[in-house]
């Protein structure tokens, strides 16, 4: 079993940058594949990034790639997307979580954490 928490979110201004946070707790973290997805209001749940368990590997989607970066910390079972240059269209709930394996779909994912709001003004 795994258990995740995000922390990070806020309000920002277009233009600018915040870091989110997801700390894990339970057993093997490195053995798992961390993914961040988001969701806006009235907008189905869409993926925004993953990173493998050694962090080797990462992946983005084509609306966050050149401006958000996922990375991870083992040792402090953390994992963390920092987003940058934000945009309006940015403004979701974001959600990490983790998998077996990498993958850009959410149904690959066993554990999910809360969630922490984003919300970027134009």
């Known amino acids: 079993q795994v258990q995740l928490v995000e922390s990070g979110g806020g309000l920002v201004q277009a233009g600018g940058s915040l870091r989110l946070s997801c700390a894990a707790s339970?057993?093997?973290?490195?053995?798992?594949?961390m993914g961040w997805f988001r969701q806006a209001p009235e907008k189905e749940r869409e993926f925004v990034a993953y990173i493998s368990g050694r962090g080797g590997l990462t992946t983005y989607a084509d609306s966050v790639k050149g401006r958000f970066s996922i990375s991870r910390d083992n040792a402090k079972n953390t994992v963390y997307l920092q987003m940058n240059s934000l945009k309006f269209e940015d403004t979701a709930v974001y959600y990490c979580?983790?998998?077996?394996?990498?993958?850009?779909?959410?149904?690959?994912?066993?554990?999910w954490g809360q969630g922490t709001q984003v919300t970027v003004s134009s």
């Open positions: 979580a983790a998998s077996p394996g990498v993958s850009r779909n959410g149904r690959s994912y066993d554990f």
């Open positions: 339970g057993r093997s973290f490195s053995t798992y594949a």
